[in-house]
């Protein structure tokens, strides 16, 4: 029985030059361009055929082995860990004492007409920022003028 490629399943692309002549790797075999396996080997072809029936798991490697072991030993102790249900106290986020803000009255003015009267004074400004951070930073302006 010729043995094709089968494309619903995971398979591996060869590129560049293989002296066999494989363009796909499926379950140990090798397959040409239009998909006909092409490995002729019969301990292959047996070993393929054993691991699609399932009777083979594929060998795992050592970092698979050991994180499989470091996740069987985080499931064991998180089995043993006692459950605790008590409520965990909630410190409140400190609030910084100062001067309290001073309000910001709306400007009825455009932006535009607000920014070139900020940059008159020496202040900088730019279109993107919103209208209330430009009127706030000319009354700090003018504030400071004046003292």
Known sequence: MQRKLDQS???GTNYGFVESGAKYVQDGLDFDI????ITT???SL???DALIAGAVKPASTPAEDALRARVADLEARLAAAPVVDTPVPTVAPAVPVGTP???VVDDPRPK???LVELKMLGGAGNQQ????VLVARLAALKEAAAE
């Open 9 to 11: 399943r995971t398979f």
């Open 34 to 37: 239009q998909g006909e396996c």
């Open 41 to 43: 080997d019969p301990t």
């Open 46 to 48: 047996e070993a393929a």
């Open 101 to 103: 803000p001073t309000p």
């Open 112 to 114: 535009k007409e607000i």
């Open 129 to 132: 920022e919103s209208k209330a």
